[in-house]
């Protein structure tokens, strides 16, 4: 059988971006992006709060620079990619993981048109 692994985000840039350039010269960037689930309330009546949930975005190559360039905190942003599950010990030898989003496709939405006459 096929197995899948995508991911289609539509968020806001948390922070400017983190630019690294390793040893072997090509460019990652690392920033957060926040997506947004409306609040509500149930037919009861309950109100259920607005959720906000941080993905943590990795871009390399071409994109990366991009990134580097045009997106600031603040910047609505379209990402497909794949989830990514890191593992590592930090100082004190505790064992720590995160997940990230591997970017493939790098959009920025929203870009103000200019003014109509």
């Known amino acids: 059988y096929m197995s899948v692994n995508k991911v289609i985000l539509l968020g806001n840039v948390g922070k400017d ?8 010269g090509q460019a990652v960037a690392s920033f957060t ?34 990134a580097e360039r045009y997106i600031r905190k603040g910047s609505p942003l379209y990402i497909e990619g794949k989830l990514r599950t890191r593992v590592w010990e930090d100082r004190n030898q505790i064992k ?5 989003i591997y970017a493939e496709v790098v959009e920025l939405v929203g870009r103000r048109q200019e003014s109509q006459p």
């Open 17 to 24: 971006p983190e630019v690294r350039y390793p040893q072997q």
């Open 33 to 66: 992006l926040a997506t947004n689930e409306r609040g509500y309330t149930t037919g009861q009546g309950v109100q259920v709060p607005e959720r906000t949930e941080w993905h943590n975005i990795v871009v390399w190559g071409k994109n990366a620079e991009i």
């Open 96 to 100: 720590r993981t995160v997940t990230e």
